[in-house]
């Protein structure tokens, strides 16, 4: 899941992902990303629609990686994949 996909749409940064409505996404999940090519001054939580998997312009943006996770884990994902060998290195961890 690499950040750069998302390069061409218009990022809409949320202040909390409890704002969104996950409901039309199938597989929603949440990727972080540390240092992005994007964002090289932060880290994002970038919502995807993991059927596909594709991308979405959802994201919040946050100073630390602790901020990241308790937001993620206030809108209801509970489960964490870390990054796989293959992933983008600026990929930290995958949440479901």
């Known amino acids: 899941m690499e950040m750069k996909n998302i390069a061409e749409k218009e990022n809409r940064i949320v202040e909390s992902l409890c704002q969104v409505d996950f409901s039309e996404l199938e597989v929603p999940l949440v990727t972080v990303y540390e240092q992005s090519l994007d964002f090289p001054d ?11 998997p594709k991308p979405t312009n959802i994201m919040i943006k946050r100073s630390s990686v602790r901020e990241i996770r308790e937001d993620i884990a206030a809108a209801g994902f509970a489960t964490v994949f870390p990054r796989a060998e293959d992933d983008d290195p600026h ?5 479901m």
Do not use: Q
Request: zero cysteines; hydrophobic letters at 60%; a negative charge.
């Open 42 to 52: 932060a880290f994002v939580a970038l919502v995807w629609d993991g059927k596909g």
């Open 91 to 95: 990929i930290v961890e995958t949440w």
